[in-house]
């Protein structure tokens, strides 16, 4: 059964961050706001979610409330994506050399492939066109004004928006 309320904690990129920086160890609320751009009460409610899946525990230290990580909470989570995965050796047992592997590898001097020289291209310039006189821009048409309409008596409302 996936541990679906640690997953849903962790579903936030801010409570993804909020998580890597609590893992340095204890931090009050006013540094771990000064790592985001949001708001204080934004960050409490962020820290809420962690605490409820029980990710992060708040301890009171004098006028500061600080939380702290347990890592140990995200094994269940750490134990379904590993059944999740298939059965693969660790990097160390597949970096091993093999007994039947040579003892030194001979170095292999690389040949650069011939490369064929470019056949030369002739360049041949075509005469300019003589300019042919253009005919100037038309003026734009002026703009008729529009006959003045008379306003339409529109009921007073209040700034309520009560119609009394």
């Known amino acids: 059964m996936p541990p679906i309320a640690i997953l849903v904690a962790l579903a936030d990129p801010t409570r993804c961050r909020l998580i890597e920086l609590l893992r340095d160890g204890p931090q009050p609320v006013h540094v771990l706001a000064a790592a985001f751009k949001i708001s204080r009460p934004a960050i409490s409610r962020h820290l809420r979610v962690l605490k409820q899946s029980g990710l992060i525990s708040e301890n009171k230290f004098g006028r500061e409330n600080r939380y702290a990580l347990h890592p140990k909470k995200l094994a269940p989570v750490q134990r379904w994506l590993g059944n999740l995965l298939p059965d693969t050796p660790a990097p160390t047992e597949a970096l091993r050399v093999s007994k039947t592997a040579p003892a030194e590898v001979q170095p292999v001097q690389a ?46 409302i209040s700034q309520m928006g009560f119609d009394f």
């Open 111 to 156: 040949i650069p492939a011939p490369v064929a020289a470019p056949e030369p291209v002739a360049v041949v310039s075509e005469p300019t066109p003589t300019p042919v006189a253009a005919k100037p821009p038309k003026a734009a048409k002026a703009i008729k004004p529009s006959k003045a309409t008379t306003p339409v008596d529109t009921p007073a």
